[in-house]
């Protein structure tokens, strides 16, 4: 199976770029939210550590304290902000308690990794084009949790991964890039692998594109 997956990812490569180091001093402050396992905050910040993004994760925010990326940051030295949704009265409160620390740490970009909620008026009014997300489909197909197994239960013969800004909508807002992955002979966890390592390299592609 791994063999199928090497022939048919060939077919769909993420340029060779993804992989160059960059040499430029001014770095720029990227911010990451996520609520769950994390894997591509740690892609994105190991590429920054790599220097393959001339870049720095100068906050993960995180609405799940007991999430695995809260496990993972330990790793790095990039300070967190972490809060319980219902410890506050609305959205509005955590999302300008947010903004604040966003200001404060300079940042330039926000990238959405897994992070299980939509964003309102108190972000979008500061960051309007400055926030971008990461979809496990071809959106506009798929759009939700799980679009993985979506697309897999649905049959299609191709799905892929999206980039995309961020607008008030659940995974909408203008596309960024997009790679296809076939669906062909795998099963249902080995799309979830193939479709996870596109993300990363995807993911940490489109973050150098917009920077
Ligand atoms: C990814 O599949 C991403 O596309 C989606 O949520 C998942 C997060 O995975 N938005 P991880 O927490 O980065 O491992």
Redesign the pocket.
Known sequence: MRGSFAISYTSYPVPHTSHQIINMTHKKHIAVF?S??????EAIAGACAEKRLNAEVALLVCDNPDAH?IKRVEKFNIPVFKFRPKDYATKADYETEIVQLLKKNNVDLICL??YMRLVSDVLLNEYEGKII????SLLPAFKGLNAIEQAFEYGVKITGVTTHFVDKTMDGGKIIEQVAVPIENCSLEELKERI?AV?HELYVRTIRKLL
């Open positions: 996520a769950g396992n994390g894997s591509n905050f990326v990794a897994g997300n990461i979809h496990p996870h993300e």
